[in-house]
């Protein structure tokens, strides 16, 4: 079955590249999806109850932490497939393209190259979260940076291609140094021969499991260093300030429904390979010093999408930058440990929902305003009603107010604080949020308020595939602000327990 | 074979140099040519004959080859200034080498994992792929810096290897393949739609 | 006496009379590439016998300046190449640090002849001996990087045989040419082989071979040494003509010192002959297949020589 995981979308994406019509892979792309979040969802059960799945001889065994990523990524990719109906159907109608931003025309990729790379990145990012073997990861994480470079130069523009550039280059190099950290921790727990150490046993995937049973071996000082080349790595896929450059680009110039794939499962990805690390040097009591670094470069973050949002004009932008700014609480959260870390993963839960959302949303406004100026879109509550509803939920959603879930996980993760004793962290924290609440909420009300512009054609319908995906991920949320049910919660605080939680 | 190894190690040193001091594309693809054909003498000297192939095969071979394909396919001018000057970046290279050097000095704990050279030789490669990447302005430059660095990465996880890892190398390598390819073809476009492949002018995204 | 010192004279004496014999393979080596026949083996000793015999004109601004430059040059290339161990034989005039003394006897002649070609108070010649100032200046520290790790070598020789009486000795070129170079190298440590590849960088630089000046024109701007030396003439120019021939042999004899191994003394003697010869048809070989560099490109040949020797000293200093 987990078998199943990986190969299901890869060979569902090889199959659309070979026969390529329109209808097969419009029509495969949401069965893919929704094949693969049924899959996860047992999964998710299995690991739930205790059990341990393995396939692969070992190379497919998550763990609850990992099934929560993969839950959320797989989930968000059916949000996507269907919302990529629509899309496709639409971008075919389009006669004539010209860029919004200098007015040359140009033309799609391939649609059937789109969406077999989309499947692709659903295959790497299932390696990515069900693997014990770090190996595999950094693998399987790479593997999503180019499954979608691609992705990102659907519109085959000057401007998504020099966003698709910096993504390849940055985040290639970002992750060769996670390599780099990959093979330093080899380093740290290498045991001479005959020196009494015991040698990893070859052919043994769980390297994860390996690693945390022996951490009281380790060569410290290499563990550290293993460490920092681990999160300067992945946290540049992450977007962790100051390594963040390639986002707001990559994720302004994608489609939105990439995007939206891009901020809620790719980024939380990433910061699996992080957090991989961080229960490693947890196990080797070198908690403290990871802890201490991920907390650092949350607030850095946190700070750095402060500055940013404030002014933004651009909305995908501001979207891009609210995301650096979550990366760094869920850093924040899972640097302090405790409850701050079961806050950190209900968190990662609500964001990836809300994001996605807010991605989708955008996907409509720009199909229907042609700008990415917040400043010229005016009266979205007159021109389209369900969007620009569900952008106000939406916003208020990402901002973190009640009663949304995410409201309830920052709150979670400001008591591990306060429970912790980290008093300056929790001022810069709450000081942030409150800066980007602002800043978020003046772009955010400008777009839904307003008259209702003349020149828009009025009373067009809105699709109904285009709504209901986002509909769906806000009732989520919704319900998750709400009450967070049991057995979620339990799954949550299993997964918080493999991370100091 | 005791002979061989520091050989090697020293001519991959020198040929990082040589890459930092080279301005024409043609010369560099050439340059991690041979450093594909350097690597993979190593892996024969430590026995791992069967990585040594594939080395051969991808980096030696496909890789440049490759490289070769998308220069030749680019009408633009493929020798531009470069943002940092050659002979800094060979100073800068050298003072890798020197950094590295001292950090081997001071990390004298694992004396029987890495032979010695190896440690700095692989950190300088690194620095070195780092150096092309930040320092060119040609994408097809950054791209082969990203090789060199990879390459400096592979060297260092070189005496790590063991029997049971040969798949995760093999998968590595295809990855790497794959990701020269991918950056392959976004080159081919940007040498299209900006008609250079100079990404100091990738200026449009900002804020 | 003893027989090393004979040894040395021997050697010394077939320096002074084989280092003609250089420029005259080189001549014909290219002469081969490009398909003629050439000019015969011994034509610098023609050339040498016919300027010695001729008389000599003397610009009127010139003062005693001029005649004295070429006369200083040759003396001091004697000296230097005196002090430099021939295949083998130790110099019985070398002491602790005579690399400096050889490497500022060569500096001036340099000197010498460029404040002759001041001295001609010819703008052309000015030009030249500006050039040939600037070049030898930024070739200096390159030639002082490679002493730098020879000296370094040789004192991690001494220090590993424990004879401590013998630092001081250990510095002088006799010391760092005996072929201990070669056996490090020979045994892996492939570094060494900079320096000569330096060395012969230096060679064509210092004797203006290409690719850094045309020894064969005197008709272009561009041209360095020649310039220089233009308004010499009858013994006085075969001085000079007889000086470049032996500092040609000096740099080749360092080059090849550091290639020949420590044999048995005649036979490393004959070695190091042979390899002087190679030096030369390969000079030869470069200026058939190279072309001359922009003048402003030359720093960058010297630049790049001056990296690897930082190489070789950075990596010298850590085994």
């Not at chain 3, 032996?246 to 010192?257: I, V």
Request: proline letters at 4%; glycine letters at 10%.
């Amino acid at each position: 079955m987990l078998e199943a995981l990986l190969f299901l979308p890869l060979c569902a994406g090889l199959l659309m590249l070979a026969v390529g019509n329109a209808a097969l892979c419009r029509g495969l792309l949401p069965l893919t999806g929704l094949a693969h979040a049924a899959l996860s969802l047992l999964t998710a059960a299995r690991v739930a109850h205790g059990e341990t799945p393995t396939a692969l001889g070992g190379l497919l065994a998550p763990d609850p932490l990992g099934a929560l990523f993969l839950t959320l990524a797989s989930l968000l990719f059916l949000a996507a497939s269907i919302y990529a109906l629509a899309y496709l159907r639409e971008e075919e109608s389009i006669e004539e393209r010209t860029c919004i931003q200098d007015g040359r025309s140009f033309t799609n990729a391939p649609e059937r190259r789109f969406t077999a790379c989309l499947c692709f990145f659903l295959a790497a990012m299932s390696l990515v979260t069900t693997t014990p073997h770090l190996g595999a990861l950094w693998v399987g994480i790479e593997a999503t940076t180019l499954s979608s470079a691609p992705l990102i130069y659907f519109h085959r523009h000057q401007r998504s291609l020099e966003a698709t550039w910096k993504y390849l280059i940055i985040c290639s190099v970002g992750i060769a140094l996670a390599l780099l950290g990959n093979i330093l921790l080899s380093v740290a727990f290498y045991a001479p021969a005959g020196g009494g150490g015991s040698e990893m046993p070859a052919g043994d995937m769980n390297q994860m499991g390996w690693f945390i049973q022996h951490a009281h071996t380790a060569a410290q000082p290499w563990l550290k260093a293993a460490f920092i080349f681990l999160l300067v790595g992945y946290g540049t896929k992450m977007g962790l300030a100051p390594l963040h450059n390639w986002l707001p680009d990559a994720h302004s110039q994608a489609p939105s429904l990439v995007s939206a794939l891009l901020s809620g499962a790719l980024l939380n990805c990433a910061l699996l390979g992080i957090l991989r690390g961080h229960q490693i040097t947890l196990a080797a009591g070198l908690g403290g010093f990871s802890g201490g670094l991920l907390v650092f470069f949350g607030l850095l973050s946190l700070i750095t999408a402060a500055i940013f949002i404030v002014g933004q004009g651009h909305y995908k932008r501001l979207l891009a930058y609210s995301s650096v700014e979550h990366m760094g609480i869920l850093a924040l959260g899972t640097g302090l440990g405790g409850l701050a870390a079961q806050g950190a993963l209900l968190h990662a839960v609500c964001h990836s929902l809300t994001k996605c959302m807010l991605f989708l949303l955008a996907g409509n406004i720009l199909a229907r305003y042609h700008t990415f100026s917040s400043y010229d879109v005016r009266g979205l509550r007159w021109i389209m009603p369900v969007t620009g509803a569900l952008w106000t939920a939406g916003f208020l959603a990402i901002a973190g107010s009640p009663p949304f879930g995410v409201f309830v996980s920052e709150f979670l993760i400001l008591k591990g604080m306060l429970a912790g004793g980290s008093y300056g962290v929790a001022v810069v924290y709450l000081t942030t949020l409150a800066i980007i609440f602002v800043g978020m909420s003046v772009a955010v009300l400008r777009m839904v308020q307003g008259n209702r512009p003349a020149d828009m054609p009025q009373n067009q319908r809105e699709a109904l595939l285009n709504v209901l995906p986002p509909l769906v991920l806000g009732l989520a949320v919704l319900t998750l602000g709400l009450c967070v049910p049991d057995w979620l919660w339990h799954f949550l605080q299993r997964g918080a327990a493999l991370i100091g939680g | 074979m005791t002979t061989l190894l520091p050989t090697i190690l020293f001519l991959l040193l020198l040929n990082n140099l040589v890459l930092l001091g080279m301005s024409r594309l043609r010369g560099l693809i050439r340059l991690t040519a041979f450093q594909g054909i350097l690597l993979t003498a190593l892996l024969l000297c430590l026995d791992h004959a069967l990585l040594a192939g594939a080395v051969l095969l991808i980096k030696g071979l496909l890789l440049p080859g490759l490289l070769m394909r998308t220069r030749k396919g680019l009408h633009a001018a493929t020798s531009l200034k470069p943002r940092l000057h050659r002979g800094l970046g060979i100073l800068a290279g050298m003072a890798g080498l020197v950094f590295s050097l001292w950090l081997e000095a001071r990390l004298l704990i694992l004396p029987d994992l890495f032979p010695p050279l190896l440690l700095p030789t692989a950190l300088t490669t690194l620095f070195c792929g780092l150096i092309l990447v930040v320092g060119r302005t040609t994408a097809l430059s950054q791209v082969i810096g990203y090789l060199v660095a990879e390459n400096g990465i592979f060297l260092l996880g070189v005496p790590l290897m063991t029997a049971g890892a040969v798949w995760f190398e093999l998968a590595l390598l295809l990855d790497v393949f794959v990701a020269v390819f991918v950056m392959g073809i976004a080159i081919h476009h940007i040498g299209e739609t900006f008609e250079s492949i100079d990404v100091g002018r990738f200026r449009s995204l900002r804020d | 006496m003893n027989q090393g010192t004979v040894f040395y004279l021997i050697q010394l004496f077939l320096a002074l009379i084989l280092a003609p014999l250089l420029p005259g393979i080189i001549n014909r080596v290219k002469a081969r590439f490009a398909g003629r026949q050439g000019k015969p083996l011994l034509q610098t000793y023609y050339d040498l016998a016919r300027l010695l015999r001729k008389g000599e004109v003397i610009g009127r601004t010139a003062t005693w300046t001029f005649s004295a430059g070429p006369g200083v040059a040759l003396a001091a290339t004697l000296c230097a190449l005196a002090l430099l161990p021939l295949g083998g034989a130790p110099s019985p005039l070398g002491f602790g640090g005579d690399f400096l003394l050889a490497a500022y006897l060569l500096g001036m002649g340099r000197f010498a002849l460029i404040l002759a070609a001041l001295d001609t108070g010819s703008s052309f010649e000015g030009m030249g001996a500006s050039r040939e100032a600037a070049f030898s200046a930024l070739a200096e520290p390159v030639l002082f990087l490679v002493f730098l790790m020879l000296t370094s070598l040789s004192l991690d020789l001494v220090r590993h045989t424990g004879q401590s009486a013998e630092l001081v000795a250990a510095l002088s070129l006799s010391a760092m040419f005996g072929g201990q170079a070669t056996e490090a190298w020979l045994a892996g440590r492939a570094e060494l082989l900079l320096a000569p590849a330096v060395f012969f960088v230096l060679l064509l630089v210092e004797n203006c071979r290409i690719p850094v000046d045309d020894p064969n024109t005197h008709l272009e701007l561009t041209m360095i040494h020649e310039v220089m030396v233009l308004d010499h003439s009858g013994p006085n120019l075969a001085m000079i003509v007889y000086g470049a021939a032996l500092k040609l042999w000096f740099f080749a004899a360092l080059t090849a010192g550091l290639l020949t191994p420590p044999l048995p003394l005649w036979q490393q003697a004959g070695l190091c002959l042979l390899i002087i010869l190679a030096l030369a048809a390969a000079v030869g070989v470069v200026e058939s297949v190279m072309a001359r560099l922009r003048l402003t490109r030359i720093p960058h040949l010297l630049g790049g020589a001056a990296a690897l020797a930082s190489l070789a000293l950075i990596l010298t200093q850590v085994r």
